[in-house]
């Protein structure tokens, strides 16, 4: 044993194999042991000699652990004996602290250790400068691997290690646990859908954390792990603590100057930490459709320079010329059938109506003026089965089918989905449409309909597959561009940030952001310029190409000039049209990011560079490998079952990448972006979602197919 040897010889407990329960050793007995540590130098040797006065076996190897999972109690009895004996002696307790954190590789083991009370025996720890660095590695291990629970626990410690790295200020080694340690903990405590239980707020202390790791993160010889947890840090506190932080200019300034990082990983995640400041303050987007509004906007005319924009795409495609048209083609038809009862013949019109334009199908009904009052109401008794015009559409449906003529039966279930859309019953729509799709899978409105659900896997797939059908009107096929690039967008965002550089999820966010930003410029290109979506997919194009694109925009954004200034037309529309554009998510972060992008980029030019001086020598990955990782993958892949919630947190790895090199997995007919694909058995090039896309293909695939 290395060190002096004391005068009284430690009494060893037994060894741990077929430990019985023994009596609390009194502290006299320990003379020898704290001989022993006294004389140890540092804490790796005072660990050894900790382990082997226990008698603990290797606890760097599986065997060693498996063997105290099988005396735990035991195990731990004796440890705390120790602990308790010599509760004063910082070096003791910090060896104990340092076989603990050996222990705590093994999750079982961590949780049991958490259980009686391991954050705190730690934290003292960290308060006593000899002990600072192995408490704060101890806490970084336990927060790093750790469940949810325990790193909310830890983050209640927050107070303690803000405060230990306020009055230590040049201690670099300690921030750098620190700050990853309540990066982890905060994260857990507070970055999560619903509000966070108070007192993980307000052990955040948010007004003073965020200044304090700024600061630190501004310090010349930081290293790239504390950047990487500073930026997370950053990131958490964003979305319940927006008030907080929209007060803190640094704290956005740095977000939006991350955006011109090399790396693609510090990208996503700062506008994914823009997107979410804005989340709750934000406003809903237009979901209603008032025609008063539509018509009075076209009696005052519109501006000359608006005139000409529509004239110069074409004003009979406009949407203000469709929604006009279908508005009174609607009603036309509606009065019609007060006359012949038809149900049949206004199903059929109305069908043509609900592909033309989204508020196709306007609310109304039939109204009379009564005798007595002079008012105008709505007359209840014309001898149809509906009273309001909106309910005629599952009547409508209902004759179509009892007519039974062949091709029509799509037209029966498309009008029935977009009554369930009307009446916001989405799951109802979605059911109605897949029905369809069963029938006849070209049909490209139900697979618009499908994009509307909860679950964006199935939307941004069947949006995809909707663009291959071979019939669609402009409207439905913008609609599925339109949805196309939000549901993209949003996936791409989450799959890089709940992931690390080589992963599988990495490699199928990046598909998801080409793919959105790809459908976002066609959109923006062929779209009508009075289309009510422009201005969202704009937000989306200019978010995009900011981050894909990194630091190959200019810092003066002179590439986006076309796009923002076709989105201040798009402004002008929805306002003349009686909207005042909608203070939505997109919107709020999109103007943030282009107000503040020219100063912050200024501001913040050094900081970035450091993100990215770990970028330069990166080899490219091989496209080669992922292939086969891919193929490794999807063989054991049940892309039925749909996507499984993963409830712990995620390996954290800062690994460095150049995003250039990563694969974009599409499917080879539908396009669509995903690491979930299936090869062709015959070429192993060719790739698809499933066996539909694949039979659509095989025309022209056969061709280059080996098979």
């Not at 989340?279 to 519109?302: G, T």
């Not at 929604?323 to 009174?328: D, F, I, L, N, V």
């Not at 179509?400 to 062949?406: F, L, T």
């Not at 499917?667 to 659509?696: F, I, M, T, V």
Request: proline residues 6%; contains cysteine.
């Amino acid at each position: 044993m290395p060190g002096p040897r004391g005068k009284t010889k430690a009494r060893k407990p037994k060894p741990i194999v077929n430990v019985r329960s023994v009596a609390r050793v009194p502290s006299e007995e320990f003379i020898g042991l704290v001989d022993d540590i006294e004389g140890a130098e540092g804490w790796d040797t005072r660990v050894k000699v900790l382990c082997e006065f226990l008698q603990l076996p290797d606890l760097s190897r599986r065997s060693g652990l498996k063997k105290v999972h099988a005396n735990f109690n035991e195990v731990y009895h004796n440890i705390d004996d120790v602990y308790v004996a010599n509760i004063k002696n910082e070096k003791i307790t910090g060896a104990i602290i340092g076989i603990y954190t050996k222990m705590c590789a093994d999750a079982i083991l961590r949780d049991k250790l958490f259980q009686k009370g391991l954050v705190s025996k730690i934290t003292p720890l960290i308060k006593i400068p000899s002990t600072r660095y192995l408490a704060l590695r101890a806490l970084t291990t336990v927060t790093h691997h750790g469940g949810v629970d325990i790193r909310k626990e830890i983050s209640l410690e927050s107070p303690s290690l803000l405060k230990i790295i306020q009055e230590n200020p040049d201690d670099l080694r300690a921030a750098e646990m620190a700050i990853s340690t309540m990066a982890h903990a905060i994260g857990a405590a507070i970055n999560q859908e619903d509000s966070p239980a108070p007192k993980y707020v307000t052990a955040a202390n948010i007004k003073v954390l965020i200044p304090v790791v700024i600061d630190f993160m501004r310090k010349p010889g930081v290293t790239i792990q504390l950047l990487h947890h500073g930026l997370e840090l950053l990131t958490h506190p964003v979305l319940h603590c927006w008030s907080e932080c929209k007060t803190i200019a640094p704290l956005q300034n740095l977000l939006v100057a991350c955006l011109r990082s090399a790396d693609l990983t510090v990208r996503v995640s700062a506008l994914g930490g823009l997107l979410r400041l804005e989340a709750l303050s934000s406003e809903e987007d237009q979901r209603q459709f008032d025609p008063h509004k539509l018509m009075a906007a076209i009696e005052r005319r519109f501006p000359d320079h608006l005139v000409d924009i529509l004239t110069d795409y074409g004003s009979m495609r406009c949407d203000t010329f469709l929604t006009m048209t279908s508005t009174a083609d609607n009603q036309k038809a509606m009065m019609k059938c007060a006359q012949d009862k038809d149900l049949y013949s206004l199903g059929i019109k109305l069908a043509e109506l609900i592909t033309r334009t989204e508020f196709s199908i306007a609310e109304g009904g039939f109204q009379m003026q009564d005798p007595r009052t002079g008012k105008i109401e709505i007359n209840r008794d014309i001898g149809l089965p509906f009273i309001m015009w909106s309910d005629a559409l599952p009547h409508c449906a209902r004759a179509i089918r009892a007519k039974g003529r062949p091709g029509e039966e799509d037209l029966a279930d498309m009008i029935t989905a977009k009554f369930f859309i009307i009446r916001s019953r989405i799951p109802d729509a979605i059911e109605a449409a897949k029905r369809g799709l069963q029938r006849n899978p070209k049909f490209a409105y139900f697979y618009y309909v499908i994009t509307l659900g909860k679950d964006h896997y199935e939307g941004l797939r069947s949006a995809k597959k909707g663009l291959k059908c071979p019939k669609m009107t402009p409207f439905v096929r913008f609609g599925l561009l339109h949805r196309a690039v939000e549901l993209a967008g949003n996936l791409g965002v989450c799959r890089i940030q709940e992931s690390s550089p080589g992963d599988r999820r990495y490699d199928e966010g990046v598909a998801f952001l080409m793919s959105a930003m790809e459908d976002a410029k066609v959109y923006a290109t062929e779209a009508p310029p009075d289309a009510r979506h422009m201005k969202n997919v704009l937000y989306w194009y200019i978010c995009l190409t900011l981050t894909i694109k990194g630091p190959e925009t200019p810092a003066d954004l002179q590439e986006l000039q076309v796009a923002l200034k076709k989105l201040g037309y798009a402004d002008e529309f929805s306002i003349l049209l009686g909207t005042i554009p909608p203070k939505t998510q997109l919107r709020l972060t999109q103007q943030n990011i282009v107000k503040r992008y020219p100063t912050a980029v200024q501001e913040w030019k050094d900081l970035i560079a450091r993100f990215d001086e770990v970028m330069m020598d990166e080899r490219p990955i091989s496209l080669e490998k992922a292939e086969d990782d891919l193929a490794a993958w999807l063989d054991d892949l049940h892309i039925d079952q749909g996507e499984e919630d993963e409830c712990q947190p995620q390996r954290c790895s800062h690994p460095r990448i150049s995003p250039n090199t990563v694969a974009l997995y599409r499917c080879s007919w539908c396009g669509n972006p995903s690491a979930a694909l299936r090869k062709c058995s015959g070429c192993e090039k060719a790739r698809y979602c499933d066996g539909g896309c694949q039979k659509s293909h095989w025309s022209e695939h056969k061709a280059t197919c080996r098979t």
